[in-house]
């Protein structure tokens, strides 16, 4: 068990939807990162917040959106759902990157795997 | 373009032996190299890093080698159990706001008995 939580863990859902996958990061974790994994893309950075900042942006949709709020939970918002969306989404947290002095190692949820039909 | 490429999609190996790994990139602006081993239907488990200024990272069975000249990095499995066999995922990461992992495709390992 990472200590990161992720819910639902399954979402089906109908095109033009719109759906919110949640995150809670580990205890003291201050960073959340947003990964999407589809069949042909592997495992692709989608966001990152920093205590509830946004830091990093990789090739998020404009169709989607994040946040993370005080308590440092994170939301991830998918709107006007395709059919090419369906993937799992993971969430990982880790401490400051820039204090740790670690080998910036992220933790993983277990993942929201998302069915658009 | 892929920065991180595992060019073999699967390894075959027996119970006892070494399992090797291999990893290339080509951002030679990354900072820290990790592996993480993944079965199906659960997230990514860290397994074990190595950041660019050393060449070498041991973890009980697991030792990871950087050659940062060739761009290249390898994960050695030594001995390889039954329960290793898994999908593994090399990454790479730089520091701060260039934290985000990028990762290659994985390669799933079949440790037989």
């Known amino acids: 068990d990472s200590g990161v939580t992720q819910t639902p863990k399954h979402l089906i859902t109908a095109t033009g939807q719109r759906v919110t996958l949640r995150c809670s990061p580990r205890?003291?974790?201050?960073?959340v990162y947003w990964y999407q994994q589809s069949l042909d893309q592997g495992l692709q950075f989608l966001i990152q917040?920093?205590?509830?900042?946004?830091?990093a942006k990789g090739n998020i949709l404009e169709r989607f959106s994040a946040q993370q709020f005080p308590d440092l939970h994170s939301e991830l918002n998918l709107s006007s759902l395709e059919l090419g969306d369906s993937a799992l989404y993971f969430c990982?947290?880790?401490?400051?990157?820039?204090?740790?002095?670690?080998?910036?190692?992220?933790?993983f949820g277990p993942g929201t795997r998302l069915t658009v039909l | 373009d892929q920065q991180v490429k595992q060019n073999s999609p699967s390894l075959s190996v027996q119970e006892g032996r070494i399992s090797i790994l291999n990893c290339d990139y080509t951002?030679?602006?990354?900072?820290?190299f990790l592996w993480y081993k993944k079965y199906p239907a659960e997230g990514p488990t860290f397994l074990i890093s190595?950041?660019?200024?050393?060449d070498k990272n041991e973890d009980g069975r697991f030792t990871v080698f950087l050659n940062k000249s060739a761009k290249h990095l390898s994960l050695h499995i030594v001995p390889s159990q039954p329960g290793d066999s898994a999908v593994y995922f090399c990454?790479?990461?730089?520091?701060?706001?260039?934290?985000?992992?990028?990762f290659g495709k994985g390669i799933t390992l079949s440790v037989r008995p």
């Open positions: 190595i950041s660019s200024i050393k």
């Open positions: 951002n030679s602006m990354f900072d820290y």
């Open positions: 990982a947290s880790s401490p400051n990157p820039q204090t740790s002095g670690g080998d910036n190692e992220q933790f």
């Open positions: 205890s003291g974790d201050l960073s």
């Open positions: 990454a790479a990461s730089g520091r701060g706001a260039n934290s985000k992992l990028t």
């Open positions: 917040y920093y205590n509830g900042e946004e830091r």
